[in-house]
């Protein structure tokens, strides 16, 4: 059997058995693929560990940046109260769309709200509206972009939150100083940018699993 076979067996059986999906994150899912999304969104094993880290931080406001159909978003909104917020950032006024049906259909329209545009012009919005800190920051958007994302997310949190940054292995490429991509160049200076703030502290684990051989980042805000 290949890494991979294992890797899916083994992530079947951990999500079935610890981090069951239901009706409406199966159907996000399938309006998403209907829809032509990209399959790119966190596995159940992967949003299940959000919320959890969520519920961990007794988040009351949360802040997405890259919503896509809005999968990772359900679970994340699922760990707050009736009368927290959870604010989601999307380009694509498409994947917004579709989005905000499935956040509905969840039941969870009250609480999850989908920003189009740019996050680099939606980040300046939000934050004049001075809005409460946010207790856990999950950045999931263009990986170039990665560095602005992690300073956005110092602006609007306070110390004691959380930020997530999705997808730092790039394949291995992560590690190689050399590399010029784009993605690998934002994910290594926001990886340098936590390691080297005053008011950050962090670190980086790899992960296989259903969607390969990946990793995020933790990071902590301190006061
Ligand atoms: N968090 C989602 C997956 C997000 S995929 C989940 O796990 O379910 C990345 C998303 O970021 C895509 O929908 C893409 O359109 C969006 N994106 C890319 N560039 C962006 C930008 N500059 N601002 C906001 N969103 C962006
Ligand atoms: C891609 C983006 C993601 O956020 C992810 O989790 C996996 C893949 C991508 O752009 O290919
Ligand atoms: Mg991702």
């Given at each position: 059997?290949?890494?991979?076979q294992?890797?899916?067996?083994?992530?079947?059986?951990?999500?079935?058995?610890?981090?069951p999906?239901?009706?409406?994150?199966r159907?996000?899912?399938?309006?998403?693929?209907?829809?032509?999304?990209?399959?790119?969104?966190?596995?159940?094993?992967?949003?299940?560990?959000?919320?959890?880290?969520?519920?961990?931080?007794?988040?009351?406001?949360?802040?997405?940046?890259?919503t896509?159909?809005?999968?990772s978003?359900?679970?994340?909104?699922?760990?707050l109260?009736?009368?927290?917020?959870?604010?989601?950032?999307?380009?694509?006024?498409?994947?917004?769309?579709?989005?905000?049906?499935?956040?509905?259909?969840?039941?969870?329209?009250?609480?999850?709200?989908?920003r189009?545009?740019?996050?680099?012009?939606?980040?300046?919005?939000?934050?004049?509206?001075?809005?409460?800190?946010?207790?856990?920051?999950?950045?999931?958007?263009?990986?170039?972009?990665?560095?602005?994302?992690v300073?956005?997310?110092?602006?609007l949190?306070?110390?004691?939150?959380?930020?997530?940054?999705?997808?730092?292995?790039?394949?291995?490429?992560?590690?190689?100083?050399?590399?010029?991509?784009?993605?690998?160049?934002?994910?290594?200076?926001?990886?340098?940018?936590?390691?080297?703030h005053?008011?950050?502290?962090?670190t980086?684990?790899?992960?296989?699993?259903?969607?390969?051989?990946?990793?995020?980042?933790?990071?902590?805000?301190?006061?």
């Amino acid at each position: 059997m290949s890494g991979q076979q294992h890797w899916d067996d083994v992530d079947d059986y951990f999500i079935s058995t610890l981090s069951p999906d239901d009706e409406a994150l199966r159907a996000a899912l399938r309006d998403s693929d209907a829809a032509g999304l990209p399959a790119i969104a966190v596995t159940a094993a992967q949003g299940k560990f959000l919320q959890l880290l969520a519920q961990l931080q007794g988040a009351r406001n949360i802040l997405e940046i890259g919503t896509l159909g809005g999968y990772s978003t359900i679970w994340l909104a699922r760990a707050l109260p009736e009368d927290g917020r959870l604010i989601s950032l999307e380009y694509s006024a498409k994947h917004a769309e579709v989005a905000v049906r499935n956040i509905a259909r969840a039941g969870l329209d009250r609480i999850a709200e989908v920003r189009v545009g740019p996050a680099l012009e939606s980040l300046p919005k939000l934050a004049d509206e001075n809005p409460a800190p946010f207790d856990l920051v999950f950045i999931d958007a263009d990986k170039v972009n990665n560095p602005h994302y992690v300073e956005w997310a110092l602006r609007l949190t306070r110390a004691g939150s959380v930020i997530v940054l999705d997808n730092v292995v790039r394949g291995g490429r992560v590690a190689d100083a050399g590399n010029t991509e784009p993605d690998v160049v934002g994910t290594r200076a926001a990886l340098e940018l936590i390691a080297n703030h005053p008011r950050l502290t962090g670190t980086a684990l790899q992960t296989v699993g259903s969607k390969g051989y990946d990793g995020f980042a933790l990071a902590r805000v301190l006061g």
